[in-house]
């Protein structure tokens, strides 16, 4: 089971209790944007075997959005923390490390 803490109320609670909201800190392209760039954005995600950013709702909570670091095979939680942050915070990359120093980088 999946257990994650909302950064904006502070609840730790089980996957049922969120929504997954997909990959984060994606770099969003609209009006003016080549097609290659507007396609990689709507449809090319990624989906790696190891340290995950993703975006998550507290559905049952205090409906807020976050972002969590995770790893998708043992389902390990790093952190989590708000999603108004534009990249992985420094905290954050070093607490991945301390438990993966094989890590190859951020995203």
Same mark, same amino acid.
């Given at each position: 089971?999946?257990?994650?803490?909302?950064?904006?109320?502070?609840?730790?609670?089980?996957?049922?209790?969120?929504?997954?909201?997909?990959? &984060?800190?994606?770099?969003?392209?609209?009006?003016?944007?080549?097609?290659?760039?507007?396609?990689?954005?709507?449809?090319?995600?990624?989906?790696?075997?190891?340290?995950?950013?993703?975006?998550?709702?507290?559905?049952?909570?205090?409906?807020?959005?976050?972002?969590?670091?995770?790893?998708?095979?043992?389902?390990?939680?790093? &952190?989590?923390?708000?999603?108004?942050?534009?990249?992985?915070?420094?905290?954050?990359?070093?607490?991945?490390?301390?438990?993966?120093?094989?890590?190859?980088?951020?995203?």
């Amino acid at each position: 089971m999946l257990l994650l803490t909302c950064p904006c109320c502070g609840v730790t609670a089980e996957e049922t209790e969120f929504t997954p909201g997909g990959e &984060a800190h994606l770099k969003r392209f609209g009006p003016g944007s080549s097609d290659a760039e507007f396609d990689a954005y709507m449809f090319q995600r990624k989906n790696p075997r190891d340290v995950h950013f993703e975006r998550w709702r507290h559905a049952y909570g205090c409906g807020k959005w976050f972002l969590a670091a995770r790893c998708t095979m043992t389902l390990e939680v790093f &952190a989590t923390y708000p999603a108004q942050t534009l990249e992985p915070p420094a905290e954050v990359i070093e607490k991945i490390r301390a438990r993966r120093p094989d890590w190859e980088g951020v995203q």
